[in-house]
């Protein structure tokens, strides 16, 4: 059994980087007002935002490598118990936000309940909750050998599934037609201007190698501490992955919204680059002044998270005028005298800010609220 060690900060701070920069995207408003890297790519291809997610489930992964021992000590039944309880919180609280605000006026003026029947079901804290069930299951009976062989078969089968029962367009991928049979068109996302969800069932799958990826580079920092040699194979990892990915790009094209194979070895590359320059900066360099503030958001991460995209839709819900509330803030707050993107990046850095307040204060008063 490999000796416990204090948890590594690196993590802790790229998980806070990951949830303050998908609040600033999350804000983003539109293609001809925010900047492109705030934005995700159209179909193929990779932005900064296309990043954020993948990122969160490497951190979610690279956390698992601190707490899952320590679960497996207490025995299946109680480990089960644990993993099951908390993927199902996670997956209902992202089910719920999709619901919200629970309530509209009908026709004849009458407050009823928004009907269940065209809430979506998954989204992205419905993936969170599913790849870390998935893959704490996998790592607790498969142990790390079956974790490798399952992130292999995964994303080589994926890439055959997506290849022989479809193609890589957004209205005949097999990652869609699974859903529409699974779920329902009133069940999915419809932001593409048609049913497709980009956190779908198939996509899921392979979502889940980028947990198993966290944890194995969590591990690598336990069994060899924030050292020279765990920052030298992070970065050798991170390199032939990105190189693996880019070559097989030319037949499967990074794509986020279908979580494609090589957007997973991309994804995960990038994240291992990350997060050697974090414990080069952080416990090589001991430059720690600026963690601080990403610390705060890393230690209520869900709570932040729900409460910035509660506070999103309160903004689109409420109307100022003709105007939805976020409109009028934008253009009278900021749009007026900074411009389109510059106005809509400053936004979304204020309402972060806002965001990061609440943790502070939570963390001043050591609130936190764990699942």
Same mark, same amino acid.
């Given at each position: 059994m490999t000796a416990a060690l204090p948890r590594s900060q690196a993590i802790d701070v790229l998980r806070g980087a990951t949830l303050a920069l998908m609040i600033v995207v999350n804000m983003s408003i539109s293609e001809d007002k925010s900047y492109a890297p705030l934005l995700h790519a159209v179909w193929h291809g990779l932005t900064l935002t296309d990043l954020v997610f993948p990122t969160f489930l490497f951190v979610v992964g690279a956390a698992m490598s601190f707490t899952l021992e320590k679960y497996q000590s207490l025995g299946d039944a109680v480990l089960l118990q644990k993993v099951l309880?908390?993927?199902?919180?996670?997956?209902?609280?992202?089910y719920l936000l999709y619901w919200f605000p629970f309530f509209e006026?009908?026709?004849?003026?009458?407050?009823?309940?928004?009907?269940l029947a065209k809430t979506r079901i998954l989204g992205v804290l419905q993936r969170i909750a599913l790849a870390y069930g998935l893959a704490c299951l996998i790592l607790h009976y498969g142990k790390e050998r079956g974790a490798i062989v399952f992130s292999v078969v995964?994303?080589?089968?994926?890439?055959?599934?997506?290849?022989?029962?479809?193609?890589y367009t957004l209205g005949g991928n097999a990652a869609l037609k699974l859903d529409l049979l699974l779920l329902g068109e009133a069940h999915m996302y419809r932001g593409e201007g048609v049913p497709f969800d980009p956190e779908g069932v198939l996509g899921t799958l392979p979502a889940v190698v980028n947990v198993l990826a966290g944890y194995f580079a969590g591990r690598l920092l336990r069994a060899k501490?924030? %050292?020279?040699? +765990?920052?030298a194979k992070l970065l050798l990892w991170g390199t032939v992955l990105l190189a693996l990915a880019l070559c097989w790009s030319a037949v499967f094209p990074l794509n986020k919204k279908l979580w494609t194979s090589s957007y997973v070895l991309c994804s995960v590359g990038v994240d291992l680059c990350?997060?050697?320059l974090l414990v080069y900066l952080i416990d090589l360099l001991a430059l720690r002044r600026w963690t601080y503030f990403f610390e705060?958001?890393?230690?209520?991460t869900l709570f932040i998270y729900l409460l910035a995209e509660i506070l999103m839709s309160v903004l689109w819900l409420g109307?100022? %005028?003709?105007? +939805?509330?976020?409109?009028?803030?934008?253009?009278?707050?900021f749009q007026w005298w900074a411009?389109?993107?510059?106005g809509s990046l400053l936004f979304a850095l204020v309402f972060m800010l806002g965001c990061w307040l609440t943790g502070y204060v939570m963390d001043k008063k050591r609130i936190y609220i764990k699942l």
């Open positions: 309880r908390r993927t199902a919180l996670i997956f209902l609280c992202g006026f009908d026709k004849a003026g009458q407050l009823a309940l928004l009907p995964t994303l080589l089968g994926y890439w055959w599934v997506m290849a022989a029962a479809g193609d501490g924030p %050292g020279y040699e +765990a920052i990350l997060l050697a705060v958001f890393g230690r209520n109307h100022v %005028g003709k105007l +939805a509330l976020f409109d009028w803030l934008y253009l009278n707050g411009g389109d993107r510059n």
